[in-house]
Structure formats: structure tokens, C-alpha cells
């Protein structure tokens, strides 16, 4: 809310933190620790908070329920498309529906909390189920359209195509890897240039800012503060920063890795789940885990045959119990 409104003050909120909007109650709900953060999120959600500030004036609780209802077209559209999916990949719809929409996790992490998370998941969602009606390059604009709002969606164009050349021949593959640079290019650049923000988005500051925060309850974090506990018990004095650093270094890396071998293995019939395992991969190795992340590979691997495995279960309970409503961790 607080971008929204930067945005629609004029200022460019991947240049301007909320600080700059002074004391009040707007600045006092921003959690302090991103008071002073530009915006981590696309240019079209940019626009989006602008029209939800516009929309709301001034009014700080109709600002809330306009982004609550922000969240409903994303919740529409996965309710259309989770089934066709599932009944595609022959998973039960009404799991699908569950794990991606109607479950505690879906509603308190992403509908009551106003994430856009939900958009680009929707988007996501609608794209594969495009994509297997034969509108390959459609859903490479839905992508596009996605990553815009948030960018691990940029993933699902990479399975996509990864899985459109697996058999290809030598000339079909060369067609397919130009359409997939050429038409998410084409979108991304005419939202960025539209939008006015410029390309600051994309910058190696703004990719940072959300592995700045590093929260304990995140496997990377914990892991590497209990090595620094074990040096420091041996009588080094290695600062605990400097360990997490190492750490979360070291996991990006295989992360990275292990991504890349799970592109090499796509094919039309596992993309959809090699892109729901990446996108987990992604969340679990990040220094900052929130509880809606999960859904961003919970949601995609719901509308397939693993969506009644015990681990998918497990990961969509425990994921709920990460952080409270309000934004409090509440595993210490």
C-alpha cells in the first residue's frame, strides 16, 4: 500500500522507500525493517498498488480491503483452471482446489494477507493450462505477464519450452528458443516502458532485496547459525553473518545446479511437476522463507498425481505454522 501510494505521489517506488511518505498510520503499519526498502516486486503490480491507492484514497482500512480484493480475480482464475488441469493430469480436482485455493495456507497467506503471490500463481496456473491446449505461445505471454508481477514465474517459461523441445528437431528447437527469448522480451519490455518505471526492477539491487532479510525458521539460516554455534563453541571467533553468508553462497549455487539438471530432464509429460519441484527448490534454498512462497510450488504440484503424497501434505501443514497473520514468526 505504502508503494501504491509513493506511485501514485509520483515518485518511482524502486527509487523512493516508504519513509519518505513521513510519520503516520500508513508508516507505522509498515514493518520497520522494510521502511527504508525500495519495491522487490514487478512493474505491473507496481501499477496495480497505484490503482488500489487511487481507488482508496486516503483510507487506510478501504486501502487493505481493496488489496484483499485484488487477490479475487488471481483466486477466480485458479478455481477455473486447477481442474482442467488436474482432470488432465487425471489428480483429483477438489485436492487441487484445496491445496491451491481453499486450504488455511492459501486463504491466511495470501487472500487475508493481500500477497501478490496469488496473481502470479493464477497466472502461472493459467499459462500450463494453456499451454496444453496447444497455445504455446499464449502461454508464454501469460509468463511474461507473470513475472511482471512477481518474477520466479519466469521459471514456468523455461519448463515450458525445455519440454517443447524435448524430441524437437534441430530446426524446430532453434523456432522454439527464439519465440521463448522474443515473446516474454517483447512483453516485459512494453510493460517496463509503459508502466514508467524504467528497468530499475531488474537491477542487481532490487534482485537482492528479498534475501536481505534472513529469518531463522528458513533451512539455510538455521543450518548455518548452528555451524557458527559449533565454531564459536570451539573457541572461533568467525562472526555468525559471515557463516550464513558462506552458507546461503554455497546452496544458491547447488540450487542453481540442481535447477539446471531437473531443465535437462524436462519432457512434455514432467514439466509440470519439474517446475513445481524447482520452484520449491527455489523457496527452500532462499535465506527468507515466508509461508505463501510454498504455494508457489505447492499450488502447481497439486493438480497432479503427487498431490496426495505425505510429504506434499507435510510441507502445506508446516508451511501454515511459520509465520502468525500478523507477521510474527511463531517457531523460535
Known sequence: I???????????????????????????SVASVWRSTASPYGPLFVD????????AS???IGQVLVFRSLELPGIAILM?????LARHYGANAGVAIWLGVLSPLALFSAVSSAHNDTLMIALMV?????????????????????????????AGIVFLTASQMSGASSRERWRLGAEAVVIPGVVITAVSELSGYGWAWLSPTALRIPTELRVLTTPVVSVATLISSLVHAMGDGVATHAVITAAQDVIGVLALVIAA????????????????????????????????????????????SVQRSAWLCAVAAFAMLLVGPGGTPLIG
Open 58 to 60: 486516503s483510507s487506510l
Open 126 to 154: 493459467a499459462a500450463l493450462t494453456v499451454a496444453l491446449r496447444g497455445a504455446r505461445r499464449w502461454a508464454l505471454v501469460l509468463l511474461a505477464v507473470a513475472a511482471t508481477i512477481k518474477l520466479p514465474a519466469a
Open 2 to 28: 505504502a508503494q501504491g501510494v509513493l506511485a501514485r505521489r509520483g515518485f518511482n517506488p524502486y527509487v523512493i522507500a516508504p519513509k519518505m511518505l513521513g510519520s503516520g498510520p500508513l508508516l507505522s
Open 80 to 84: 477455473i483452471c486447477l481442474p482442467m
Open 48 to 55: 496495480i498498488t497505484h490503482f488500489g491507492a487511487a481507488v
Open 261 to 304: 539438471l531437473l531443465v535437462t530432464k524436462t519432457r512434455a509429460s514432467n514439466a509440470t511437476y519439474l517446475l513445481g519441484v524447482t520452484l520449491l527448490l527455489v523457496v527452500v534454498a532462499s535465506p527468507t522463507i515466508w509461508p505463501w512462497y510454498f504455494l508457489w510450488g505447492l499450488t502447481v504440484l497439486g493438480a497432479i
